[in-house]
Every structure is written in C-alpha cells, then in structure tokens.
C-alpha cells in the first residue's frame, strides 16, 4: 500500500504542468526577472533567436504594430538561447524601439514549459500561464484581431 501511495504521490509532481509565469527571464540591465512581475494577466510573447530568419523585420513591424495601438495586448521579446549584451547588441545595431519589452533567456529554460516548434514564433498565455496559440513567425493577423485583455 505504501508503494502505491509514493507511486501516485510521484505521479501527481511529474504530470504538474509548470507555469510561464513563474520562469525568469533576463532583462537588458542584466537583471533577473520573473515573468508574473511583467505580467500576469493574458501575454504574448514573440519568442525568437539570432540564428532564426526574419527576426530583426518582425520585431521592426511589431514595434509599429504596437505604436499604432493595432495590438491591445501586452506583448514582450524573449531571445532565446542569447545573453542580455547580445540582445542588447542587436536592438542598437537595427534601431529596434523599446516600445516592446526585450528580454533574454541565455539557457533556453522556457523551452522546458513552452513547446518550441518554431523560432521565431508568436506565443499566446492565457492569464493562468499556460500557452493558448503557438504560431510560426509574426502572428501579425492574429495579434491585430485578438480582443485587448481586461
């Protein structure tokens, strides 16, 4: 019986699905930073890396997007697999605005809650943290017709 018990107790901890919100991420100062304290109400995240094609338009056109106000919801960059100084680096060098929030994940532990099928992509999470879209590049149509969140 008790092997049934730390069977089922075992069971419970590895089917716990981990919560987006509760992973930290590196902000430009180089500062760790939980994703609940940007935001823990519905996000989208436009996750990307150096290496991926088409990342620096994308972050280009989302900032207009973002500017226009034709996006209502919170949105923020995450670079994957790069430190904050490459990030950083990057920004500067294709005068990318900070109307959108940059971010770093250097070791790629988001991969390890988000399945990453895609980079660059347009990941939805819904205020419980758990992801609700994962799209290929820009989501542009999407992000510019989801209703703002509240």
Known sequence: MR??????????????????????VIDLEGNKVKIREISDEK?????????????????????????????????ISIAIMMDQEDVLELKKKNSLSDEIPFYADPEGKL????????LPSTIFIDERGKVTGNYPGLAEKLLTSVAPHN
């Open 3 to 24: 092997l049934l018990y730390i069977f089922f107790v075992i069971l419970a901890f590895s089917c716990s699905e981990r919560n987006i919100y509760d992973e930290f």
């Open 43 to 75: 996000l989208v995240i436009y996750l990307w890396t150096g290496t991926c094609l088409g990342h620096t338009k994308d972050l280009k056109r989302l900032s207009e997007l973002y500017q226009s106000r034709k996006i209502t919801r919170k949105v």
């Open 111 to 118: 991969g390890e809650v988000i399945k990453i099928t895609f």
